[in-house]
């Protein structure tokens, strides 16, 4: 009796057990179903995400325009720009009578043909107008000025030939009317003038009085063909220190214009006895440099002569080392 009951209760737990495991196992392949489910439907839906056309037609962004710049304009030729220069003033012209119309600020450029002209502001005629500058333009010369009233003047031009000593005077008269047209009317005065009175021909015609303008304008306008042709008369009419030392600023280091500056030194160590020692330095440098006008034995004299009658002179030291390497490295001189 006892056996049957304990077999029929080993019965239940068995069988207990059994409907737990499969409930156990039947819940898990349930969940593992679900899951599996979901992944692929995750899956599908991606895959479609890929290959939806919305997708291929996303817009994008515009790019920007491709920058375009303007062709460059070929560089004008140095004919092009001394021609722009020359026809810059005056800005307005009246073809009735050729007169022309003032630039700004009554500015006007005066063009003479050729290089070597000077100014004679001395000999012109004086009143309500300003000269401004000398300029080179390509191969010729041009003068600016500046007018402020109506009014009639005769300006002068002289050139020197430094070849053959031949010389010419030019004039200009300019009339310039209330209307602010300006004419000028040109006119050789003298072509290789001739002095009246004693018959010599180019500068050397000149009066005296008016060399000393003459070099003062060569000197302003910084030319060294005009102070070269001036120099051999101007220094016979009481030459000005100040203006001598002037024009060998101007002619200092010029080619070609040594001699000038040596005749300049050696005037003014005659009127210039102050500054003695500095024109002796100067005239013994420039004897020393290469050239036709080269002279090494008074360039070492006038050397000793510095260091012997101004001993306390800025520039003795230097002449010092000038004569030790010129007796060093030149046997004439020993």
């Known amino acids: 009796m006892k056996s049957d009951k304990l077999r029929e209760h080993f019965d239940n737990l068995r069988a207990a057990e059994k409907f737990e495991s499969r409930t156990k196992w039947g819940f898990l392949e349930v969940l593992f179903t679900w899951l599996g489910l979901c992944i692929l439907l995750v899956s599908c839906a991606s895959g479609t995400a890929k ?5 291929e037609q996303q817009p994008q962004s515009p790019q920007a325009p491709e920058e375009q710049t303007a062709p460059e304009a070929p560089a004008p030729s140095p004919e092009q720009i001394a021609q722009t220069s020359k026809n810059a003033l005056p800005v307005q012209t009246d073809m009735s009578n050729g007169a022309e119309k003032l630039g700004e600020n009554g500015r006007y450029a005066i063009d003479m043909d050729g290089q070597g002209w000077v100014f004679r502001s001395d ?60 004419q000028v009317v040109d006119a050789v005065l003298r072509d290789g003038f001739t002095d009246a009175v004693n018959g010599q021909s180019g500068l050397e015609g000149m009066a005296s009085e008016d060399k000393q303008p003459a070099m003062r304008d060569a000197v302003a306008e910084k030319s060294s063909q005009a102070i070269l042709a001036l120099l051999p008369d101007y220094m016979k009419n009481n030459p000005s220190p100040e203006l001598l030392e002037a024009a060998f600023a101007v002619l200092d280091g010029e080619e070609g214009a040594e001699s000038g500056s ?12 102050a500054a003695g020692d500095l024109w002796l330095y100067r005239l013994a440098s420039l004897l020393e440099k290469p050239g036709g006008s080269r002279d090494l034995p008074r360039a070492l004299k006038l050397y000793q002569q510095l260091t012997e009658d101004w001993p306390f002179s800025k520039w003795r030291e230097s002449a010092e080392e000038r004569i030790t390497w010129l007796k060093r490295h030149y046997f004439l001189i020993r």
């Open 262 to 273: 040596i005749s300049i030194l050696e005037t003014l160590l005659r009127l210039d006895s």
């Open 51 to 55: 290959q939806s056309p919305l997708a």
């Open 123 to 182: 000999l012109s005629t004086p009143g309500d107008w300003q000269f401004i500058n000398r300029e080179r333009i390509g191969e010729d010369t041009r003068f600016n000025y500046r007018f402020e009233e109506p009014g009639s003047w005769t300006f002068y031009y002289d050139r020197q030939s430094l070849s053959d000593g031949s010389a010419d005077r030019r004039s200009k008269t300019i009339e310039l009317g209330e209307n602010g047209f300006i």
